[in-house]
């Protein structure tokens, strides 16, 4: 099993849509978690660190649940400029930074 | 402005050549990484640096070398030992290694073999 998995994709949906995104994680140790952007041929961006009570920032929300080991990102009223693939990111204190596959969103207008 | 600069934007090897790809900050971080990146796939970790004067090798550190002589520098040499060199590669520093520091990218190095 891959220490980070995240939904395959691609996402295709309308302006507009609400899509979420799930990401699990097979270390029970992890202790850090993030979700970043990288757009086409760009360098990942940092989108937002999720906590364990859960955080949003305007349209994204992110969620942690410990018990099943997976964080989720729910981006409401997407907008064509969400097009990106989104990669999740787990650390273990004291070891590296771990990043999934990303999966590929297109917003279509 | 702070940030991580990585050079060149795009760099060609010929056969048996070592290159360099610099990555400098100046955002006073003391942990730095080096990832690489195939089309399609996540990034795997070649080298990092919690602390100037040390570095620890990642997941595929073979065929790669680097020095972290200055806080704000962290060169990553791609040698001629490295038979699959073509990849897209970045930097990446955090304020500290601790994991719970997020980790902010250079807009990266696109290396192809002549």
């Known amino acids: 099993r891959k220490e980070v998995e995240q939904d395959p994709g691609p996402f295709n949906v309308p302006e507009g849509a609400t899509v979420a995104f799930n990401c699990t994680y097979s270390?029970?140790?992890?202790?850090?978690f993030f979700w970043y952007r990288q757009d086409c041929r760009k360098e990942p961006k940092l989108l937002m660190s999720?906590?364990?009570s859960g955080n949003e920032d305007g349209r994204f929300t992110a969620q942690l649940n410990r018990a099943s080991q997976y964080i989720s990102l729910l981006i409401r009223d997407s907008k064509l400029s969400d097009s990106a693939t989104y990669l999740c990111?787990?650390?273990?204190?004291?070891?590296?930074?771990?990043f999934g596959p990303g999966t590929r969103l297109s917003v279509l207008p | 402005d702070g940030g991580i600069t990585q050079s060149p934007k795009y760099l060609f090897r010929k056969e048996g050549q070592n290159v360099t790809l610099s990555c400098e900050q100046n955002?006073?971080?003391?942990?730095m990484y080096w990832y690489r990146q195939d089309p399609g796939q996540g990034l795997r970790l070649i080298y990092y640096?919690?602390?100037?004067?040390?570095?620890q090798k990642g997941d595929i550190a073979e065929g790669y070398s680097v020095s972290r002589e200055k806080k704000e520098s962290f060169p990553l040499t791609v040698t001629s030992a490295q038979k699959n060199p073509t990849a897209f590669y970045l930097c990446?520093?955090?304020?500290?290694?601790?994991?719970?520091?997020?980790?902010?990218f250079g807009d990266g190095t696109r290396l192809s073999i002549l």
């Open positions: 990446a520093s955090s304020r500290t290694g601790a994991g719970n520091q997020p980790q902010h």
């Open positions: 999720v906590y364990s």
């Open positions: 270390n029970s140790a992890s202790q850090s």
């Open positions: 640096s919690q602390i100037v004067n040390d570095f």
């Open positions: 990111v787990v650390n273990v204190e004291g070891q590296n930074f771990v």
């Open positions: 955002l006073n971080h003391d942990a």
